[in-house]
């Protein structure tokens, strides 16, 4: 009773010198008695920086009085007590370092809290290492090289994974980040740009905004901004910044229907600011906050929270704890934890040593600084829906990425994206914005770039107007361009801009570098280019093929017997014949009741295997073996009709070889696809830059056997070089032309569908007739000429079957006969008894 008694006391004496020292704040309690022995209670001076006159400042120091005084309500036998040293900031960066080197040099204390003023992390870092003096930063991030700096908020990359995670899952592909000209604003954007490229994801504009900024220039900054095509807009600024800036958004129409606005951790307290024209401005932004697991304890502390503190505080802005308050009410949980451990003072070594493997079930969820950093729970999703400021549309964690707040009922599986109904957007619209929109007028028109090449033409052939300063196109890519973009239900305002001397990969990097908008001509369809750009649906044969001179035969008077050059043939042909005649002529002689002598046997049976005449025979078994020589001779004949007609139908050529040479599209990729893929790994490989050079390289006095080449190339070379030249093989290993756009661009699925449109109802197929003169069926892959004839490996089958039957059947009738005589032989022996 004494005992307790006496914590009682002490409790009582150290709550009272908690607050006579908030009350005499920047006071601290002198150096000489942070040791005193107070009833056998040894004080461990704590400094606490904070800015008393923010609600952030105030609720943090509020959760750290109460989490002393109900660590020690729990903890009353413990001969350790933290003192708290409290100095105020006033929010300026150059107070709270002073408060810093204060807290360190003169109040002597053994660990800081604070501040939550963003500070130099270099400079802060130094000043704990040099003082072996554990600090517990909300704004500075920690670092491993100093181990006594600690991070009490989200880690950065943390924070940039769960905005990646959240646009990916829209796939968008463009993002405009808009950040705080500060070191702070600037501290993700390293993380941020690594995650969004891990992503493919581009940040299309970055906007650095002072806190200082003006209304006209934060104007001005927005319509800049406006004059992109991406609609997605990170916000990462402080709240009263952010306030100002979605003011201005919204009456530029930038907070509606089509775009997207998502807030950071650092940001997102917008949706709980106490001026509703900003909360009205902010209906449809989703925004990011740390997730803290819902807890008997949790609730606890938020009703006293707001019967002691918000009572007479209240904004809409502190309906709830905030996370960083909560933090610190853990912190100071491990802290006096770890300092009961050590047991006594100024042992920064150890005192380090129990800080870094605590771990304990906190008033925020699961709690530890093992990497000198606080565990992250993830993050909660808000969306900003109504007046009354927000609600829970998902959650992002390390282990599950984004998921939805509210899954169907008896449902087990974690959908893997918020849902387009879960979230209203801005405008009040349930459909997710696309991330890119059409800014185009007819004063300001969409740059289409254009090749000027004058070698393989009739696909995109250029003409530039210098006095006019008008660029035109004509060609079958240029035709099925004007078919599809004025197909659209909106009109596309452009203009083709002509470069001089580029290849498509170049005009691949200027669209992704947004200096022009599309592609439009004979572009191929290849990933590394899709890293980078979008293509549009196919408009052309998929694969390459090549191409040949093809070698005519004339046809003579005995061109009928081509499919029968097969020497083999008609070797098998005349043993078969041989074979079943004498098969069938023994057949005979073994039946009694057959009616032909030995001496005509040979020549009858002959005879009837000409005629095929089976009435002669007697016996079944010849007349089963005359059938199937039957059905022979019918696949036989069926089978030279069929050659013959073929032979007839198709003029066979083959390539002249020459030098082993084989010929490329010059200025293109062609020539890694024809090492690699096509098995020309022993061939000279040579480029050629026209349709002219194919056909005289080609030509009996050119030097190659043949050409590769894409498809669509190859029909238009054989539509003006018909007759001499054929494409003898194809293999679909690339996919075609299409058109190129930014990414994101609405275009790409419109115009895609355009295509897919024309390709049937048939205006697709007219283009290429207008425009491969001549066309031609493609063969199949690796497919070359057949060769003509019929020849034992294709019909050998059916004489080993024939041969096979014949010889079954003399066996069984061989068989019948001695049996039959053995049976008479059996009936004559027994009449002798």
Not at 203 to 209: P, V
Not at 578 to 598: K, R, T
Request: glycine share 6%.
């Amino acid at each position: 009773m004494v005992h307790n008694e006496h914590n009682k006391i002490s409790l009582c004496l150290l709550m009272l010198l908690c607050v006579l020292d908030h009350a005499l704040c920047p006071h601290s309690i002198p150096s000489q008695n942070q040791n005193i022995n107070i009833n056998n209670d040894i004080l461990i001076g704590v400094g606490i920086i904070l800015d008393m006159e923010s609600p952030m400042g105030k609720s943090i120091h509020s959760c750290i009085t109460m989490a002393i005084s109900d660590f020690y309500a729990l903890h009353h036998s413990y001969k350790t007590r933290i003192v708290l040293h409290t100095r105020d900031s006033k929010g300026d960066p150059d107070k709270a370092l002073s408060a810093v080197y204060n807290l360190l040099k003169k109040a002597k204390v053994q660990a800081i809290i604070g501040p939550e003023t963003h500070l130099p992390s270099k400079l802060l870092s130094l000043s704990a290492e040099k003082a072996a003096v554990p600090i517990f930063s909300f704004a500075s991030p920690s670092s491993r090289e100093y181990p006594y700096l600690f991070q009490i908020k989200q880690d950065e990359s943390t924070m940039a994974k769960s905005i990646v995670a959240l646009v990916t899952s829209f796939n968008w592909r463009n993002v405009i980040f808009i950040h705080a000209d500060t070191d702070e604003g600037r501290e993700i954007l390293p993380c941020l740009a690594e995650s969004l490229q891990d992503k493919n994801i581009r940040i299309s504009y970055r906007s650095a905004i002072s806190a200082s900024a003006t209304y006209d220039s934060i104007t001005q900054e927005l319509r800049k901004i406006m004059t992109f095509h991406t609609t997605v807009i990170i916000l990462h600024v402080s709240p009263s910044l952010a306030s100002t800036l979605i003011l201005n958004a919204k009456r530029l129409g930038m907070v509606s229907e089509g775009y997207a606005w998502i807030l950071t951790e650092k940001t997102v307290d917008l949706l709980r600011s106490t001026n509703f024209t900003v909360i009205e401005s902010s209906q449809g932004a989703l925004g990011f906050r740390s997730y803290v697991p819902p807890s008997d304890r949790l609730h606890s502390l938020t009703t006293k929270m707001h019967n002691f503190f918000y009572r007479n505080n209240f904004t809409s802005i502190t309906k709830e704890v905030p996370v960083p308050a909560l933090w610190a009410y853990d912190t100071i949980w491990a802290l006096a934890e770890s300092v009961e451990k050590v047991g006594v003072p100024h042992n920064a070594f150890m005192l380090l040593h129990e800080v870094l493997k605590i771990r304990f079930k906190g008033i925020s969820g699961d709690f530890q600084l093992s990497e000198g950093k606080v565990l992250s729970n993830g993050y909660e999703i808000m969306n900003a829906v109504d007046m009354n400021g927000e609600r829970r549309v998902g959650y992002w964690t390390h282990s599950q990425g984004i998921r939805r707040a509210y899954p169907q009922i008896n449902s087990a599986h974690l959908y893997p994206t918020l849902g387009s109904e879960s979230v209203i957007w801005p405008g009040g619209s349930t459909t997710a914005p696309k991330g890119w929109v059409l800014r185009a007028t007819p004063s300001k028109r969409l740059k289409f770039g254009v090749q000027n090449i004058n070698n393989f033409k009739y696909f995109m052939d250029v003409d530039h107007d210098v006095e006019k300063n008008v660029t035109t196109a004509t060609g079958f890519s240029a035709d099925v361009f004007y078919t599809c973009i004025h197909a659209l239900p909106y009109e596309v305002p452009y203009t083709f801009i002509l470069f001089e001397n580029v290849s498509i990969d170049d005009l691949v990097q200027k669209v992704y570098d947004e200096e022009i908008d599309a592609v439009i001509g004979d572009s191929t369809i290849l990933a590394n280019r899709s890293e980078y750009v979008d293509f549009t649906a196919t408009y052309t044969d998929l694969g390459v093929g090549t191409l040949a001179r093809i070698k005519k035969k004339e046809m003579g008077m005995w061109f009928f017997l081509k499919p029968l050059q097969d020497f083999r043939l008609w070797l098998a042909a005349i043993f078969s014949l041989i074979f079943n005649a004498l098969v069938v002529s023994a057949i005979e002689l073994m039946n009694p009741a057959s009616e032909v002598s030995l001496g005509t046997v040979s020549w009858t049976s002959f005879l009837l295997f000409i005629l095929f005449a089976q009435n002669r025979f007697s016996s079944n078994p010849a007349k089963f073996v005359m059938f199937v020589w039957f059905i022979v001779m019918v696949v036989l004949f069926a089978s030279y009709g069929a050659f013959l007609t073929t032979v007839l139908t198709v003029e066979q050529f083959e390539s002249a070889s020459k030098r082993g040479i084989v010929g490329f599209h010059g200025g293109d990729f062609m020539k890694g696809v024809t090492v690699n893929n096509l098995h020309f790994e022993n061939w000279n490989h040579r480029p050629y830059y026209s349709y002219e050079a194919y056909a005289h390289a080609l030509s009996k006095d050119g030097d190659a056997d043949a050409i590769v080449d894409e498809i669509p190339y190859i029909k238009m070379f054989l539509s003006r070089y018909p007759g001499d030249y054929a494409l003898v093989s194809s293999q679909p290993i690339t996919s075609g032309f299409a058109f190129i756009f930014q990414k994101g661009s609405p275009l790409v699925e419109d115009v895609s569908r355009e295509i897919a449109r024309i390709r049937l109802d048939g205006t697709l197929g007219s283009l290429e007739n207008k425009w491969y003169e001549n066309r031609i069926p493609l063969p199949s892959r690796n497919s070359t000429m057949p060769q003509l004839g019929l020849t034992v490996d294709k019909i050998g089958g059916l004489f080993i079957i024939s041969a096979g039957i014949s010889a079954l059947t003399f066996l069984v009738t061989l068989f019948d006969l001695i049996r039959t005589s053995l049976r008479g032989f059996q009936n004559i022996i027994n009449q002798f008894r």
